[in-house]
């Protein structure tokens, strides 16, 4: 059924209060394979709901939870494999087709290796793209070299090395010479962004020895000619830590400029761990600890919960039984947020999870994997607009939705700017409209977007 989404825009200066609230915790399924360690999130099937990935880490199952579209998942025929200790998962184009396949690794037999999908989600077989990848662990995607193409990075945790794969663009790799590192001890975490905006992808790399550990950055020196190289800064972003669980290029405070959120987890009864944001001073990187209630942060993702057009921080716990499992921090601007507030306390190590519509009710869910307990666990979102305090708003329909093929905006008293993006954050349009006119999103192929207005309002609608 089409229908239309309503939100509040400021024109001038003016700006709505909400409430963001999650309904408690539906279980998807309460008997996952032993361990569910990773996830990705993504439109798997061909229809406009974004389904749920996960990998087991004691099970070696890869299992897809087809969106039925009103807030329940179904589990699907599982992925036939023979990978043992998965840990990395990814959903990503890998052969160009246009269709979300799965790339996985394998702790304990060193593999990394991808299942095309058909595009109705069937992944029938497996491409090893590599078995001698000692201790496969983390991976990160992206076009390293600068040739269009999805590339590679995998963490060899046993072998002390970073290493990446490029591919042709059907899915065939190569492992390239040109190591990203091969000096830190037991790296566990790879991720990939240009964060010194010259058009190439650099790597943050985090460590797990769970002694002296260290956040480090690699900048990519790519040449012209598509050789690419890297170089680690001569200061590291953080040394002395015990156990990076996660680490992620993010602007913090919104001055363009990317900043890291890390989390150190709490490891073998040491101290408690620490969620951190470093931001780069000039001279090496200023930390910042955020106070919270969890004393084994696991995953932190800069997402906005609250649809006021700031990324939210929210972290989840790696705490066995009781505690809280996952919170938020609500983003006031300028590098400040508020006090923790309590999404979760039911879990019971809730390593990983991720945020999507996933009812497609313009407002983000969570899923999240209960490593200790085999479940699967779903979180709605239930954002509510308290008030319009303000006569400089003007509240704004979108319709339809679905729609093929134009977006009308109903409600819209002078210009605006409307930016739309991708399920991977990708700006894909973007137009000035004036008073009535639609925006033609034709072009675009079928899937879920977000569209932003004036950069700060953003809704989601579905292309059909």
């Known amino acids: 059924m089409k229908h239309k989404l309503l939100f509040a825009i400021a024109f001038i200066s003016a700006f709505s209060f909400g409430q ?4 408690p915790k539906v279980v998807i399924n309460s008997a996952t394979g032993d361990a569910p360690y990773s996830i990705d999130t993504g439109l798997i099937d061909g229809d406009s709901f974004i389904d749920i990935l996960v990998g087991t880490n004691l099970g070696n199952t890869i299992e897809w939870y087809k969106n039925n579209g009103d807030n329940t998942f179904t589990l699907q025929t599982l992925v036939s494999n023979v990978l043992d200790g998965i840990g990395g998962l990814k959903l990503i184009d890998l052969n160009s087709d246009g269709y979300l396949d799965i790339l996985a690794t394998a ?12 595009g109705l989600g069937n992944f029938v077989v497996q491409n090893v793209i590599s078995n001698t990848i000692m201790g496969a662990s983390g991976i990160a995607v992206g076009d390293i070299n600068n ?7 995998v963490t060899a945790y046993d072998s002390n090395e970073v290493i990446w794969f490029s591919n042709n663009g059907t899915g065939t790799f190569t492992l390239e010479s040109a190591k990203i590192d091969d000096t830190l001890s037991a790296p566990g975490v790879v991720n990939l962004k240009d964060i010194d905006g010259d058009g190439d992808l650099d790597a943050l790399i985090a460590t797990a020895v769970y002694s002296n550990d260290v956040v480090e950055i690699f900048r990519n020196n790519l040449v012209p000619s598509g050789t690419v190289s890297f170089t680690k800064d ?9 156990g990076m669980f996660n680490a992620t290029f993010e602007d913090i405070d919104g001055d363009t400029n990317l900043d ?6 709490s490891y073998g009864g040491g101290p408690t761990g620490n969620l951190y944001w470093y931001e780069d001073n000039g001279s090496g990187y200023t930390e910042t600890i955020f106070s919270t209630t969890i004393s084994n942060p696991a995953l932190a993702l800069f997402k906005d919960l609250d649809n006021d057009g700031l990324n939210d921080i929210i972290l989840s716990s790696g705490k066995a039984n009781a505690g809280n499992d996952l919170v938020w921090f609500k983003n006031n601007g300028s590098g400040t947020f508020a ?18 519509d996933f009812d497609a009710d313009g407002d983000l869910d969570i899923a999240s994997c209960e490593y200790n307990l085999d479940n699967l666990n779903y979180f709605e979102n239930q954002k509510i607009v308290l008030s319009i305090p303000n006569l400089d708003l003007q509240t704004v329909s979108i319709f339809p939705n679905p ?3 134009f977006l ?19 700006q894909v349009l973007t137009k000035d409209l004036s008073v009535g006119e639609k925006l033609d999103v034709s072009s675009l192929v079928s899937g879920i977007y977000t569209v932003k207005l004036n950069d700060k309002f953003s809704t989601k609608f579905i292309k059909e």
């Open 147 to 153: 040739d269009t193409f999805i590339d590679v990075a």
């Open 234 to 242: 001569a200061i590291s972003v953080a040394t002395g830590k015990v």
């Open 408 to 426: 009308n905006f109903e409600g819209q008293n002078t210009e605006i700017n409307v930016t739309v993006f991708d399920v991977l954050g990708k």
């Open 339 to 356: 006090t923790e507030e309590i999404i979760d306390a039911t879990q019971s190590q809730a390593f990983v999870y991720s945020i999507e």
């Open 107 to 118: 702790y304990n037999n060193d593999r990394l290796v991808w299942f095309p999908n058909d």
């Open 260 to 265: 890291i959120l890390a989390t150190e987890v």
């Open 403 to 405: 729609t093929k093929d």
């Open 20 to 23: 963001t609230t999650f309904l």
